[in-house]
């Protein structure tokens, strides 16, 4: 099946370490996003990318980082510069010429 | 700068009623797409339906469909016969012409009463 997956779905820190979570789509999409989501709150861009080995800062980068070695995957890293890790993590895919991008179930990042 | 505005922290609804999600947005660029997203209490979301800017008459998808006011900059959701199963936090979304990403209203939640 075509799709967005994400893992872990929940996910446990310590403060002072750093996380990856892993974003892959078998969409054939060409860009990926990261989304972070408070409580309550909408959706804030955190990185974004339109190719492989390429990819900018959305609103909110700091404390974190991104790579994009292939096309079908797009992880993120929370570093211990992030001072609030805490929230809904979500990636999203869109394929060149849609509007519409497509989600992954979440990732829920928890800081002890 | 692009911003969405979603006025309506909840909204109740009888099912089989009709009832309308409220989104106004603010953008200088004159080219962008206007978006609606569920968001289910499993966290994923989904995407319901699109109007670009450029679009002459409004999008219907199923029992969806985009009240889009360009010269109000508002862009409702309506969603018709409600269902149970359509409890859940509704966003709204923009993304202009020279922006890569989406900008997302702060949500709605629908409750849909029995």
């Known amino acids: 099946d075509g799709g967005i997956t994400q893992s872990p779905k929940y996910l446990f820190r310590k403060e002072g370490q750093n996380v990856t979570l892993s974003c892959e789509q078998n969409?054939?999409?060409?860009?990926m996003y990261w989304y972070r989501q408070d409580p309550g709150q909408g959706l804030r861009l955190i990185y974004y990318?339109?190719?492989?080995?390429?990819?900018q800062k959305g609103d909110i980068a700091e404390g974190y980082s991104v790579s994009r070695e292939k096309k079908e995957s797009f992880p993120l890293t929370v570093t211990s510069a992030q001072k609030n890790p805490t929230a809904f993590y979500l990636c999203?895919?869109?394929?060149?010429?849609?509007?519409?991008?497509?989600f992954g179930p979440g990732t829920r990042l928890t800081v002890l | 700068a692009q911003k969405i505005t979603q006025t309506q922290p909840g909204m109740f609804v009888q099912e089989k009623e009709a009832v309308t999600l409220d989104c106004t947005y603010d953008t200088s660029d004159p080219s962008y797409g206007l978006f609606w997203y569920k968001q289910p209490s499993s966290g994923e979301m989904i995407f319901l339906i699109y109007?670009?800017?450029?679009?002459?008459q409004n999008a219907t998808e199923g029992r969806y469909s985009l009240n889009f006011q360009k010269a109000r900059k508002s862009a409702n959701l309506v969603i018709s016969a409600s269902q149970l199963g359509d409890s859940a936090m509704y966003f709204c979304a923009m993304r202009a012409a020279g922006r890569r990403a989406l900008t997302f209203g702060s949500g709605t939640r629908l409750q849909v009463q029995p």
């Open positions: 999203a895919s869109r394929t060149s010429g849609a509007s519409e991008q497509f």
């Open positions: 990318s339109q190719i492989v080995n390429d990819f």
């Open positions: 109007q670009g800017s450029y679009d002459q």
């Open positions: 969409l054939n999409h060409d860009a």
